[in-house]
């Protein structure tokens, strides 16, 4: 099961003969937009319109026969490890409360001024 962080994308598209037409409607709604664009759980709910109950029952059910494959794990945890990379390539070791993005364009800013 997926966390509602985790990046999921259409692998391949569920033969949807053997369902209900109200989950054919939603499963062929998340399968297209994820055709079209890979995309976090809790958005997909939102974006689509469909009840994020529902939808996370839906996808947990693509992802389990092999349809919709988690592309990235939490960005929380990606954001932590990026944050502390940062951190330790970074001269004095300061951990400041600017985000990941300015303190690295700063850290480049300073390392090529030379």
């Not at 998340?30 to 009840?51: G, Q, T």
Request: proline share 3%; glycine share 2%; with cysteine.
């Amino acid at each position: 099961m997926a966390s509602e962080f985790e990046v999921v994308t259409l692998k391949r598209w569920p033969d949807l003969r053997g369902e209900s037409i109200e989950d054919q409607i939603d499963i062929a709604k998340i399968c297209a937009f994820l055709a079209y664009r890979p995309s976090v759980k809790y958005l997909l709910s939102n974006r689509l319109e469909i009840d994020r109950y529902r939808t996370n029952m839906l996808l947990d059910g693509l992802i389990r026969n092999s349809h919709v494959t988690i592309t990235q794990h939490n960005r929380a945890e990606i954001v932590d490890e990026a944050d502390t990379e940062v951190c330790e390539k970074r001269p004095n070791n300061k951990v400041s409360k600017q985000s990941i993005w300015k303190n690295f364009f700063k850290w480049i800013r300073d390392d090529y001024s030379m």
